[in-house]
């Protein structure tokens, strides 16, 4: 923990102790990430300085990680309704502005923010395509009009779908599934498993959004995989 003048502080820092008014409102909870903004306004109540996180090369990463993801949440969300979707602005706005609020909400928790890292560290195509999923997902929901939090644990499962992917030992970058060994191919089709397993404990997350993980590979007709393959 650091404290800092206003004037050292620069964006995305995070707060390490909450802020209060003269009569104890919270300005800021311990945690919030810092904006312009932010910082602006704490210039207008004049205080001074605050103190804030130090953070290891790993939280850094993270957070560089968060807010780009924060920057492609309604460029993507856009494109896809208006590419795929709707034609009405109205609609359309509504939409984005939800499902913008839904996804960032997810990003900015760091156990989500963390398991993200790892799948990008893993594979940026297996990061964009979870990403995408998750995008795809959360804008269904909500023009199937469920509830909010149904739409986070969707939300949630689609964006870790495919965690598990990480925790596999062989090669299969840059190939056709087709093209792997049998041995391999079976390999491969654990990955939900992989992914379920790390998750089966942690209590952020829903067990609607671990089930998507092991199951999201099955099928109504019985076949798919890990349970059926």
Known sequence: MRCKKLDQLSEN????RPIFTEDLQTILPEGAILKKSY???LRELNIDK????ERDPLAKEILILQVEMESQVKEKV??????????????????CETADNIIVSMVQEEEIAKKVFDIKERSADIY?????????????ALKLQLPQEVIHDIGLGCLLHDIGLRYLTIDYDN????????????????????GYSALKEESWISETSKNMIL???????????PLHA
Do not use: W
């Open 13 to 16: 820092e995070i707060l390490a």
């Open 39 to 41: 910082i602006d306004k």
């Open 50 to 53: 605050v103190y804030v996180k």
């Open 78 to 95: 856009k494109d896809i309704l208006e590419r795929h979707t709707y034609q009405h602005n109205n609609e359309l706005m509504e939409l």
């Open 128 to 140: 964009e395509h979870s990403f995408n999923i998750c995008t795809l997902s959360v804008l269904t």
């Open 175 to 194: 190939q056709s599934l087709s093209e792997l060994s049998e041995l391999d191919m079976a390999e491969f089709k654990k990955h939900p498993v992989y």
């Open 215 to 225: 199951y999201h590979h099955e099928r109504l007709d019985g076949s798919g995989y």
